[in-house]
């Protein structure tokens, strides 16, 4: 049997990408939410105070996702490794607790990176094959990207996320490898 050839991502990394890019998406949206929230606070506290809470609220809502994605990728595996054992990789531990483990930290973190480079490439590459080059149109498609999920940025930041998790593995089993010999 032939085996994958390892600069396709494997079924398990494409389901990795839409997972990641659909949680984020849905992120997104509670975001747009909380803002709402925060835009009311506005007129209800002084400035001074408003300024460092936005400021504070800003911080929380760029790191909050390695947060959720740990205890998404803790509970995920908590959940199939009850139900579903054999889906677990050899190399990896049980997934035990409440809170997420090292493992599922970095998975946070790493889907984090995953996220902000896929739109940044996805961004970048629109903007080079864009037929007018400006911001503002180019603003307007990722925007419509939260109607439509089938639209380019969110292929190409799949595309891109599919191959990043790839990669993270591929070097993974570099290092299983080295540690072996």
């Known amino acids: 049997m032939q085996s994958w050839p390892s600069w396709i991502p494997t079924?398990?990394?494409?389901?990795?990408?839409?997972?990641?890019?659909?949680?984020?998406?849905?992120?997104?949206?509670?975001?747009?939410y909380l803002w709402v929230i925060i835009s009311i606070l506005a007129h209800l506290l002084p400035q001074p105070i408003?300024?460092?809470?936005?400021?504070?609220?800003?911080?929380?809502?760029?790191?909050?996702?390695?947060?959720?994605?740990?205890?998404?990728?803790?509970?995920?595996?908590?959940?199939?490794?009850?139900?579903?054992p054999e889906s677990r990789l050899p190399e990896t531990e049980l997934a035990t607790g409440v809170f997420p483990s090292f493992i599922s930290w970095w998975e946070g973190l790493y889907g984090w990176l995953v996220n902000i480079l896929s739109s940044v490439i996805a961004f970048g590459l629109i903007m080079l094959f864009s037929p007018s080059p400006d911001?503002?149109?180019?603003?307007?498609?990722?925007?419509?990207?939260?109607?439509?999920?089938?639209?380019?940025?969110t292929i190409i930041r799949v595309i891109i996320a599919a191959?990043?998790?790839?990669?993270e593995y591929l070097v993974h089993q570099r290092l299983i490898a080295a540690s072996r010999q």
């Open 135 to 153: 911001l503002l149109s180019v603003f307007a498609l990722f925007k419509t990207q939260a109607q439509s999920l089938l639209i380019v940025p």
């Open 50 to 84: 408003f300024v460092k809470l936005a400021y504070l609220f800003s911080l929380l809502a760029q790191l909050f996702p390695i947060v959720l994605l740990a205890f998404v990728h803790h509970w995920l595996h908590r959940f199939l490794d009850s139900f579903f």
């Open 11 to 32: 079924p398990r990394f494409w389901v990795n990408a839409i997972a990641l890019i659909l949680l984020m998406i849905g992120f997104q949206y509670a975001i747009v």
């Open 163 to 167: 191959y990043l998790y790839q990669f």
